[in-house]
């Protein structure tokens, strides 16, 4: 990975810090795209002090539940990099109850799809000029019990939390592999991942601290953030994968996806209707 810029969203904390650790350890230079400048700072410290990489690893404030926020960052980017070789769509949330972005989506949809989907297009022509331009989308198991419900895709008429962020999981999929479709003829990939059931603080309310007697409680069972970033970091970083395009992975290897993620008609309206919702046209 000597070289190669790599952006991580969500890098603060769980998995983006762990991917972050170990692709700065194998000679990327890093850029963690986190929300908090307070807590993106204290793992900018965390993550330079584990990987013995000082001078490659640095942090821009991008707030993937802000189009704002999203379009500041690529406009910085974009100011000091020339290409992106990498970048990994890690960051995701999971809320309880139903909460909103600054731009009024439901924060699933918003952040886990929306923020991404802005993110990516913005970052497209630096992807391009990269000599292997990949995305690498963080999506989950749960996109099996998701369905995109148009209609009502910010779920303002009843809000169910596994309803919710399997929808979102369910377009990380829809969404990468139409974008697979539309980066056929040139140097870059997007694939996307399920890395397991891992020990993060996803789901746990940073204000109230709700769920997280049940999170410890758990925690036994669940796979450490280094264990559940192994695959992302090996699509990021491994050969064994240039050129392999619109998969979903799984601990190292290609997995089945839903019968819904598979549906090429569904993910054309799902990228028209998200160009719509983030101002792409």
């Known amino acids: ?99 909103t972005t600054a731009d009024g989506f439901e924060a699933m949809m918003g952040v886990n799809h929306l923020g991404h989907f802005l993110l990516t297009n913005l970052l497209l ?7 292997q331009g990949r995305v690498v989308t963080v999506s989950s198991g749960a996109h099996k019990v998701g369905k995109i419900d148009f209609a009502d895709a910010h779920l303002t008429k009843g809000f169910r939390v596994w309803s919710g962020y399997g929808q979102s999981k369910l377009a990380n999929i829809l969404f990468t592999r139409s974008l697979a479709d539309r980066l056929k003829g040139t140097n870059a990939t997007a ?53 392999v395009s619109g998969e979903y992975y799984y601990k190292l290897k290609t997995a089945k996806i839903s019968r819904a993620a598979q549906d090429p008609l569904l993910a054309d309206k799902l990228w028209t209707w998200s160009e719509s919702e983030v101002g792409m046209r």
């Open 191 to 243: 694939n996307c991942v399920h890395p397991g059931a891992v020990s993060t603080n996803l789901g746990v309310s940073r204000e109230t601290g709700f769920g997280k007697m049940i999170h410890t409680s758990l925690r036994p069972f669940f796979l450490t953030p280094q264990e559940g970033a192994r695959t992302a970091v090996y699509l990021a970083s491994s050969p064994e994968v240039t050129g």
């Open 125 to 131: 022509e630096q992807l391009l000029l990269a000599p």
């Open 1 to 99: 990975m000597k070289d190669r810029i790599v952006v991580v969203t969500g890098a603060n904390s769980g998995m983006g810090l762990a991917t972050t650790v170990q692709l700065a350890r194998e000679g990327a230079h890093v850029v963690m795209a986190c929300r908090s400048a307070e807590r993106g700072a204290q793992a900018l410290a965390e993550a330079r002090r584990l990987s013995g990489a000082a001078a490659d690893i640095e942090l821009m404030l991008c707030d993937l539940g802000s189009l704002a926020s999203i379009r500041s960052f690529a406009e910085q980017f974009a100011a000091i990099y020339a290409k992106l070789d990498v970048l990994v769509n890690n960051a995701g949330v999971v809320t309880i109850k139903r909460q």
